[in-house]
T-cell receptor, first 115, second 114 residues
Framework: EPEVTQTPSHQVTQMGQEVILRCVPISNHLYFYWYRQILGQKVEFLVSFYNNEISEKSEIFDDQFSVERPDGSNFTLKIRSTKLEDSAMYFC?????????????FGPGTRLTVL | AQTVTQSQPEMSVQEAETVTLSCTYDTSESDYYLFWYKQPPSRQMILVIRQEAYKQQNATENRFSVNFQKAAKSFSLKISDSQLGDAAMYFCAYRVSGTYKYIFGTGTRLKVLA
């Protein structure tokens, strides 16, 4: 069964450094998402991406964040200057067809630790 | 504001018994989708079941079923014949039709007792 993959599984970085989290969505999917889950808390929507542009973003997704689909298969989340509070699990998800009927398939997540 | 509330932080059930997890939501929209996701210790989110708001019939998937009460804005998950592998965090989620943003509840941790 096709699945969403994410790399790395765990990323440790120093405060102020840039990080790039990578995701490979399911190959024929069209809609892509990033979510964040701080330990023990709820899953928070960050951004959705369709047709090579951001379709919606949350208040969390400020100028420090950016997303990109550089090569038609990868979907990346970049945090320019990490803060301690960026430490969380980051999940990528994708949807296949028209967003009104399909459901999200989540990747296994990347645990980001900012020191 | 659209919100999803899960009032049970933790639930326990004996193996082979039935358990119901509660979820309520607040919206002024009429066309939307509701989901239950399972997050086992591995942390990967797995879709359990989904419900379209325009459908009156409650969704079922094997041992999992929902009780969707649109007027009450309630969307509970029933797990029958609970198994040890059902132990996980369960998240209720909501999305308005035609939008891309999903809103999740805070989760209910389900423990299954042998």
């Amino acid at each position: 069964e096709p699945e969403v993959t994410q790399t790395p599984s765990h990323q440790v970085t120093q405060m102020g450094q840039e990080v790039i989290l990578r995701c490979v969505p399911i190959s024929n999917h069209l809609y892509f998402y990033w979510y964040r889950q701080i330990l023990g808390q709820k899953v928070e929507f960050l951004v959705s991406f369709y047709n090579n542009e951001i379709s919606e973003k949350s208040e969390i997704f400020d100028d420090q964040f950016s997303v990109e689909r550089p090569d038609g298969s990868n979907f990346t989340l970049k945090i320019r200057s990490t803060k301690l509070e960026d430490s969380a699990m980051y999940f990528c998800a994708s949807i296949g067809g028209a967003g009104g009927t399909d459901t999200q398939y989540f990747g296994p997540g990347t645990r980001l630790t900012v020191l | 504001a659209q919100t999803v509330t899960q009032s049970q932080p933790e639930m326990s059930v004996q193996e082979a018994e039935t358990v119901t997890l509660s979820c309520t939501y607040d919206t002024s929209e009429s066309d939307y989708y509701l989901f239950w996701y399972k997050q086992p210790p591995s942390r990967q989110m797995i879709l359990v079941i989904r419900q379209e708001a325009y459908k009156q019939q409650n969704a079922t998937e094997n041992r999992f079923s929902v009780n969707f009460q649109k007027a009450a804005k309630s969307f509970s998950l029933k797990i029958s014949d609970s198994q040890l592998g059902d132990a996980a965090m369960y998240f209720c989620a909501y999305r308005v039709s035609g939008t891309y943003k999903y809103i999740f509840g805070t989760g209910t941790r389900l423990k299954v007792l042998a």
